[in-house]
């Protein structure tokens, strides 16, 4: 195996990546807060991890991947002030907090699916880890880093900061810290202008609640993190990924919170990833320029003049490197997908190369300078540039303005299948269109077994039928005609 580099947020270096015990890796990855859709920024972090964890997998790690789904504890501001996002929606669309989340962790899975993304190993949700946040808060305490106030805990950074160094992941000293921070008014309960909560004490209205051993309350939304993190992946892994947004204050948190409890940094290589922007705006649900992956597809928003197919928009993201900000135009997507449509055309150009008797390049040296590429950091956009390398022979053997043999001919179809297929994670319209067709055919088998069970008044199993389609994010409607589905 080659040495990989990656850019290490920790030490501000590139590093070369060396798990702590090969060939396993465990790789943490911030995930979604579900109280709305996801936006194309967050898609392309998602989609970067994605790349990332491929790439893990297809040099020979085993890599358990963990990705969260924050379903609680999310307040407006990130400093423990405002409502609770799940509570505010759930009263906005009149319906429960837990049905909020589940529409919105349903239609994150299509999305992410859309992209071909690969599930992670381990998907845990806060609201399932109560107990370990709370178990980790009672450790904080013990060792002296978190006090009470009414019913809430905060943890206490400046005393942290006396034995660690709290800004380190951004390289920022406390005093400056500081001075970015409002002054504390005589009402508030924290002790220090950093301080953060673990532990939110309930208001009477307040809909998402545990019992705790300071009353009724719910988690923070660091400590999620902290929680299961080491659960799923120990005290100390290997990366922990998410976007650089997340550095100052969720995963400086993070990494207090872990030290705090065990005296250890929890994460060997911090990995972030850059904003997508709109004319130079990060995207954001705030900024109101987030628009929605179905969107973007069917091209229904003011600022796209079409629509554009996921696969394009994935290829997009995979031309500019992950540590880089992007910025969204149509006329950036539309080269993307020119790109994109040239890349496969020579694909199915090269299932019907004839070889000849002699070889006038050096595909090795090719496939060489794709692993070079990918073990700088994940350097897609030079990997991508090097496949266009290859098209270019590929179409040049075709017009028979040079020569390939046998061997080479089946290295390159082995370096179209690795890097555009398993490691960039795209798919031919084929490989999409046949995906579909096999989903046709499975559903309308799924709905004739149903109606078998209806014809024999079997409806416990015909109910039963519908409600796991419906979990599963596929909506039957019955008509005259027979039953009909939607995802
Ligand atoms: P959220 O659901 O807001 O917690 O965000 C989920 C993930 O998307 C986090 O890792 C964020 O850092 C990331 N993210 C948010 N906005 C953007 C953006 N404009 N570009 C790239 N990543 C983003
Ligand atoms: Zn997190």
Redesign the pocket.
Known sequence: MQPLFLYNTLTRKKEEFKPINPPLVGLY??????YSD?????????ISFDMIYRYLVHIGYKVRYVRNI?DAG?LEGDRDEGDDKFAKKAKLEQLEPMEIVQKYTVGFHDVMRAFNNIPPSIEPTATGHICEQIEMIKQIMDKGFAYETDGTIYFDVEKYNKDFSYGQLTNRKLEELLEGTRELSGQDEKRGRLDFALWIKAKPETLMRWPSPWGWGFPGWHIECSAMSSKYLGDVFDIH??????QATHHTNEIAQSQACNHKAPVNYWM??????VNGV????TAGN?FLPGELFTGDHPLLERGYSPMAVRFFMMQTHYHST?DFSNEALQASEKGFERLMDSYNTLQTLKAGSSSSEDIKALQAKCYEAMNDDFNTPILVAHLFDAARIVNSANDNKLSLTQNDIDLLKSIYQNFIFDVMGLQTEEENSKANDVLAKVMSMVLDIRNKAKVDKNFPLSDEIRNKLTDAGVQIKDGKEGASWKI
């Open positions: 990855v911030c995930g979604p807060t579900v996801v936006h194309l920024g967050n898609c392309r972090t998602f924050t999310h990924g998410g976007g650089m947004d997340l972030h990833t850059n904003m997508l922007t990060r995207m954001s649900k987030g992007l």
